[in-house]
């Protein structure tokens, strides 16, 4: 059975970095695409990043580029999310999730939660003005 815990969220002001984790097991890890999403309240979750198998590809949506790196350490069974000049609307609940099979990742643009069968418990990211 997968499990996905995240760590590294908390309280920063605008312009702060934040650098998440999300420690996985129960699968090869290596083999999966693995992803970051958030929830802000009161809106539906959201894609931020996704990263192939082996760490050489990577997406992210408009809004986060540029500021957001994800990053994977396959020895490590760990994924990554280093977020700089966080804003305000970047608070949010913030999901890892693990690729629901090994597909490759020219197969599918890896935005859609439906494309992902686990799920971690979340990290609270607040952004203050």
């Known amino acids: 059975q997968v499990q996905l815990v995240e760590s590294g969220g908390g309280l920063v002001q605008a312009g702060g970095s934040l650098r998440l984790s999300c420690a996985a097991s129960g699968r090869t890890f290596s083999n999966y695409v693995m992803a970051w999403f958030r929830q802000a309240p009161g809106k539906e979750r959201e894609f931020v990043a996704a990263?192939?198998?082996?760490?050489?590809?990577?997406r992210y949506v408009d809004s986060v580029k540029g500021r957001f790196t994800i990053s994977r350490d396959n020895a490590e069974n760990t994924m990554y999310l280093q977020m700089n000049s966080l804003k305000p609307e970047d608070t949010a609940v913030y999901y890892c999730?693990?690729?629901?099979?090994?597909?490759?990742?020219?197969?599918?643009?890896?935005?859609?939660?439906?494309?992902?069968?686990?799920w971690g418990q979340g990290t609270q990211v607040t952004v203050s003005v």
């Open positions: 999730a693990t690729a629901r099979d090994a597909r490759s990742w020219y197969l599918s643009r890896w935005v859609r939660d439906d494309e992902y069968d686990s």
């Open positions: 990263i192939s198998g082996a760490g050489a590809n990577t």
